[in-house]
Every structure is written in C-alpha cells, then in structure tokens.
C-alpha cells in the first residue's frame, strides 16, 4: 500500500474538435442546458472530490488552447469552478497534438505541490479528456483505489461489442475486387489479422499515474523522436517504459464526444439524470 495520494486531475482541453465540426473549440461547445463541454467535465471532478474519499484530489489543471481568445473563455469557465470547489486550479497553453497538451500539463502538476501553502508534493495525477464529460464518481475513486494500493499505471476500460480487425494497404498490384471500375477508389485495405475479442478492452479516462513515472515517460517519448500523433493514450507509453498497467471498471457513461452523432448521446444522458436527480443535471 502506498503512501496516501495526493493527486492532481490533469484535463486535456486544449483539441480543435475537428470531428465535431463546431468551428470553435470542443470544451466550448454548449449541451442541453447551456453548459460547456469542459464545465460538465469539471462538474464531475468536483463530484468526485465531494464524494467518501476527499483529500485524495489536491489540485486541477487544465490544458487550453494555444489561441488566445479560445484559451481565456476556457480560463473563465476554469475560474468559476475553482471558485466551486475550493481546489487549486491552473490553465497552462497546450500543444499541437494530445501527447504535447499533456507534456505540457504534466509539469504544472508537479509545480502544484511545491507552491508556497502545499501540504506535500503530488504524488500522482490523473489524466482526463474535456471531451469525456460524465464519468461517473465512481470511476475516478476505482482508478484512485488501484494507485493506492500500489500500481503505477491504471486505465478504465469496457468490453469491445464490434469485432475489430487489423488492416493493412492491398497488398496486390491489381485493384482490390469490388473496387475496379469504380472511378473513385479509396485506399483500399485488406483484413491482415482478426484479435480474440474477449481480450480487447477500449480505454478511457481518468487514467491513473504515478506522477514522476509518467513525467519520465513522455520525456522518454519525446527524446527519442515518437510521433506524438500515435500517442493515442498514456498508458502506452508506461507500457513501453516497462511498467505494468492495471485495468479497471469503465463505464459506458464515460465516453468521448467525437462526431456530432455523440452530441445525441449527451444530450440523453443529460435528460436522464435530470429524471433521476433534477438538481445535478
Ligand atoms: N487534446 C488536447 N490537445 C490536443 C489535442 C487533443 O488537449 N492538441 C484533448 C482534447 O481537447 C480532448 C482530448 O485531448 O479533450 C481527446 O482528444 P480528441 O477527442 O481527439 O479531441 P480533439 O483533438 O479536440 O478532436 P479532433 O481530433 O476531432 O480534432
Ligand atoms: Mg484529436
């Protein structure tokens, strides 16, 4: 068992949303009701700093857009609900790709804990998608649960429900069957390999770190020249540095707003909790 955690929540918020196709940035996109992607999100740290297991969380940070009109809306937002939740707080500028918003947050939760007032350094941080607005309370505590009792690396995850298959370019110099003829061809790919689908999980967020180990990872990345835009998580990347990474429960609740079909999705899940439980919708 570890010492007690004392973690940050590092939000990554700093995307364009191009799949979305807003024409602003995704944390800014309003839902049903009027709030923002990114204040629905923090709405669920806060829960989950409220719930049985406060202290755990000791500060937020979140990564903004680089452009400065975007980036001061989200401080805004950002501003309001330090004021809620009575956590530190801070906005640091983002970078081109996911891996780079998140290099660039990694540091500011390390400087968290050595600020004038800081009961202790953070130990750990959790790693959070803006787009990923409802995770449930209970989600945050099983990956806290996983740190404290000892792993280094923790990811949420669900079952797959497609069958998914590896794909790789046509491999023959004729056009692939079906495709000829047609005038306007895709790239045409062909099935190099069927995973068993039992053991394929899909991975969310929060995901779970020990601070210095993460911080240590992504350097490692960067130094030795990875595309940041194949870093699709961070979990990958303690994998390569050798750690094991634990897997717990996910939840559907907690998926990532992409496409604007996910906009219905939210906007469902948002009138169901007001069914349920009007005053925390
Ligand atoms: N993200 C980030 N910095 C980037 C890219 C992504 O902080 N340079 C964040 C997004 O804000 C989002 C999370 O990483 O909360 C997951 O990324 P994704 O869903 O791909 O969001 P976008 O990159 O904004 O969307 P798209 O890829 O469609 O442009
Ligand atoms: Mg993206």
New binding site residues.
């Given amino acids: 068992m570890s010492p007690a955690l004392r973690c940050v929540v590092l939000?990554?918020?700093?995307?364009?949303?191009?799949?979305?196709g807003a024409g602003i940035?995704?944390?800014l996109v309003p839902l049903p009701g009027g709030a923002t992607i990114l204040e629905h999100c923090l709405q669920g740290v806060d829960r989950s700093h409220q719930g049985s297991h406060r202290g755990r969380l000791v500060g937020v940070v979140v990564?903004v857009p680089p452009d400065p009109a975007a980036a001061e809306r989200l401080e805004q937002v950002c501003a309001s609900a330090a004021e809620r939740t009575g956590l530190p707080l801070r906005t640091v500028p983002?970078?081109?790709?996911?891996a780079?918003?998140?290099r660039a947050g990694l540091s500011a939760c390390a400087a968290l804990g050595d600020e004038p007032g800081a009961a202790a350094p953070v130990t750990h941080v959790l790693v959070h998608?803006?787009?990923?607005p409802f995770v449930p309370p209970a989600v945050f505590q099983r990956v806290e649960d996983a740190l404290e009792a000892g792993a280094a690396a923790v990811v949420p995850a669900v079952p797959v429900t497609d069958t998914v298959k590896t794909v790789a370019p046509w491999a023959d110099t004729v056009k692939a069957p079906g495709l000829a003829g047609t005038g306007s061809e895709p790239a045409p790919f062909q099935v190099v390999d069927t995973p068993v689908r039992a053991a394929l999980r899909a991975v969310q967020t929060p995901q779970g770190f020990e601070l210095a180990a993460l911080l240590r990872a992504h350097e490692s990345a960067r130094r030795a020249g990875e595309d940041a835009a194949a870093l699709t998580d961070d979990s990958m990347l303690m994998e390569a540095a050798g750690h094991t990474v634990a897997v717990v429960n996910g939840d559907a609740e907690s998926f990532?707003?992409?496409s604007a079909l996910d906009l219905a999705l939210a906007a469902a899940v948002l009138q169901e909790r007001s069914a349920t439980s009007p005053q925390t919708a």
Avoid: F, M
């Fill in positions: 939000i990554v918020a700093a995307g364009s949303g191009t799949r979305l940035p995704k944390a990564v983002g970078g081109r790709e996911r780079d918003s998140v998608d803006a787009a990923r990532k707003i992409t």
